[in-house]
């Protein structure tokens, strides 16, 4: 039984939530948010955000649902070093530094943090490895939706004047026909994904400044085509309410000159629910592997399997 702690209370902490409170392996030891007069539907202990430093010494993983975009590179470094934590970080472009900053504070502090466990990056990660490794001679393509995304949803939250937003990304299928076909070498990202956001403002919000704040975003919307359409709350939460999502990971290849493709292929009803039952999975596997005196960052590359299993439970896949 480990005693695990989420922090952050949005839709990804609290599919977390109701995970951890159906687990017969985690005892939930409380919600950690910057949101007062919160009460969960569990009857889980909700704390202010900065309590879990007190708390610490009786928590064996965190697991930290926060955006990418601002709180995991300012409170979820904080924590490194201090618990246990596994997060689902998914700026691809910081990803280096964010790894580099979290390894030295974990590893000074004798913990682990285990970063990017999500399903891109994360399976999707782990999948682009496998098949480069098996099929080394080929190119390979990820795509991502039709579907909602967390992160950037998140990011378009965060601007100044926006109430509510949701973005929507949209493979193109121009690229992935090319994909299929072992072509598109040169497929940039602008040329494989749209991006559409659906943004409610607040009343008296400069609207031009919204837009162009969401177009120049490095990293996020500024590498792509965007469309952004502004709407009232109430058709916001009425019309784009669901959380669906999905990708694929296709590589085209030969092996001793003969044509070979592989794919992986997700389609996810609730994308924050999904992301929530990895991130869990591996937080358990995080205290375990701690334990056994494991510390520092680690990426998914680095956790074997059979660590998402209890001790002797893997051989029945051997």
Known sequence: MKNVAIVGYGNLGKACEKIACGSEDMR???????????????????????????????????????GSANDLVSFGISLAGKVNTVDSFDTHAKMRD?????????????????????????IFSLCRALFEGVLPNGLTHTFWGKGVSQGHSEALRRIDGVLDAIQYTVPKQEAIDLATQGKGEALTERDKHLRVCYIAAKEGADLKKIEETVRTMPNY?????????????????????????GGQVL?????????????LELELESNPDFTAGVLLSYAAACARLNEGGMCGAKSILDIPASALYQKGYALRFV
Request: hydrophobic content about 40%; glycine content about 12%.
């Open 221 to 245: 919307f500024e590498p792509y085509d965007v469309e952004i359409h502004f709407v009232d709350v109430e058709t916001l939460r009425r019309e784009h309410g669901g959380m669906p999502h």
């Open 98 to 122: 964010y790894v580099k900053n979290m390894d030295e504070l974990a590893a000074e502090g004798g913990k682990l943090s285990l970063v990017g466990i999500g399903w891109d990056p994360g």
């Open 28 to 66: 939930l030891v409380g919600i950690f948010s910057r949101r007062r007069g919160l009460v969960s539907p569990y009857g889980t202990p909700i704390f202010a955000q900065e309590e879990i430093f007190d708390m610490a010494k009786d928590i064996d993983v965190a697991a930290l649902c926060l």
């Open 251 to 263: 590589r085209s290849g030969y092996a001793n000159g003969k044509g070979c493709k592989l794919r």
